[in-house]
Every structure is written in C-alpha cells, then in structure tokens.
C-alpha cells in the first residue's frame, strides 16, 4: 500500500463499499491524539481520494485508542466498530469492546463482559454485520484444545451467550486465529499454523526432504484455510 512499508501495519478491514480501509499500526502519531503511541499499535482510517487513491491514514484517536494496544478492528453494518484492546480497567490481559458510531463520532468503547472476556487474552474477533454472533480467538483457556482457540457467542435480546470453543475441525492442539465469513455469507476464513511436519513419519526425513517441507505449506508457521460456513451450524437468533 501506499502508505505502508516503513512501520508494522497490520489487521486491515476495508468497508464494503470498498472507500475506506481501517488497520492497525506501530507508526508514530501526534502526541497530542496519542502521547505514548510508539511501540505500540493503535488504530487508524485511510480513505480512497476522488482519483481512486489511498489518501493519508488517520488515527482514530481517543475514545478508540488508548494507553494500550488496540488490535483487529472489524465492523457491523450499521459501522459500530469492534476491537480488541489491552487498555486499563478490562477482565484481564486483551479484551473485546464494542464502540457505537454516532453524530459522525466513535462513541466510548464497551467491554463486551463475562460471557467473552476473561483473564485470559481475546481478540481478533469477526462480528456479523447485524451483530447477532461474534466469532473470536481467545488463548490458553481452559476448555481449549491447543493455544489459541476460536470461540463463537451470539447476541440474544442484546445479551451476549457464554462463548463457546469452535471445536474441530476449525481447532487444533496449534493456533487459530483470525477468522472472517465472507459478505455473502458462504465461506469462513481462519488462520492455522497446524503442522504437517511433527506428524508420524514411516522413516527419517533427509536434510533435501526436510528442507522442502520447510518451504511448503503446513509447515507449522501458519496457512489460510476456508470451509463452506454452513458447517459452521449458526444458530438463528431473536
């Protein structure tokens, strides 16, 4: 991207009209938006210009940003924006929130409470567009099955349910994350590192053998996996 390449640049989620783009990133910012904003990675909003460009990104400042690390923005269709964040005051570690767009503004973010948060790490979280489910990667909890999990909760009557683990064959004893469904609806996106390299092996790989592997995909560093999302069996909810 245009405006990428010099500073950790992560997490981008462009809108469905395809105009803006929202992301996270390390870069310095104004120390009057965001004072203590190197080294950490907050959120910004860069918009395409009249001509079809990129134009400069912005950072979102305050209520969305914080003192800590803000991470993998992602919106409804009515742009209320979730996020995960490791500001002061949540349940512990990396929290889910929630932040209303209202009168042209980002609203003072919510924890998204019990039923998802816990003291443990969750972030990276797909929100529905009509805001009736939320998937989300949570890490070293106990009914995991490896170290980052994904976990599904649904909005009833405006109360969240208590998150529950995806389960196989979406996790593994490895790291889940990053999960997205697409817009219409029929296939979900998640990111794996499950290994095919520390499986059984008949005999002793050669260094060549070995190399390969190495350099092919499920090599334990992380591939991009899709499923009809029908598997997924979503509950319909009021």
Do not use: C
Not at 10 to 34: C, H, Q, W, Y
Not at 52 to 68: D, F, H, I, K, Y
Not at 174 to 199: C, H, M, Q, V
Not at 220 to 230: K, T
Request: proline share 6%; hydrophobic share 30%; no cysteine.
């Amino acid at each position: 991207m245009p405006f990428s390449g010099r500073y950790s640049d992560a997490d981008p989620l462009v809108t469905e009209d395809g105009k803006r783009m929202f992301f996270i990133s390390r870069r310095p910012v104004d120390a009057n938006i965001s004072p203590n904003a190197d080294g950490r990675s907050d959120i910004y909003a860069v918009e395409k210009t009249a001509g079809g460009a990129w134009g400069e990104p912005r950072n979102l400042g305050t209520p969305v940003n914080s003192e800590g690390s803000e991470f993998f923005p992602t919106l409804t269709a009515d742009g209320t924006l979730y996020f995960g964040s490791g500001r002061a005051g949540g349940k512990g570690g990396i929290d889910l929130y929630r932040s209303k767009f209202t009168d042209g503004k980002f609203q003072e973010p919510e924890n998204l409470g019990d039923a998802i948060n816990t003291k443990y790490d969750e972030f990276e979280a797909f929100i529905a567009p009509d805001e009736s489910y939320l998937i989300f990667m949570a890490d070293s909890r106990p009914d995991g099955l490896g170290g980052y999990d994904l976990y599904i909760s649904y909005r009833e009557n405006g109360t969240w349910t208590k998150a529950e683990n995806l389960g196989a064959p979406f996790n593994t004893a490895a790291n889940e994350l990053s999960p997205k469904i697409t817009r219409d609806g029929k296939y979900f996106f998640w990111t794996s590192s499950r290994s095919a390299i520390d499986k059984p092996k008949a005999k002793s790989w050669e260094i060549g053998e070995l190399t390969k592997r190495l350099r092919e995909p499920q090599n334990g560093l992380g591939d991009i996996y899709y499923i009809d999302a029908s598997l997924l069996k979503l509950k319909k909810v009021k």
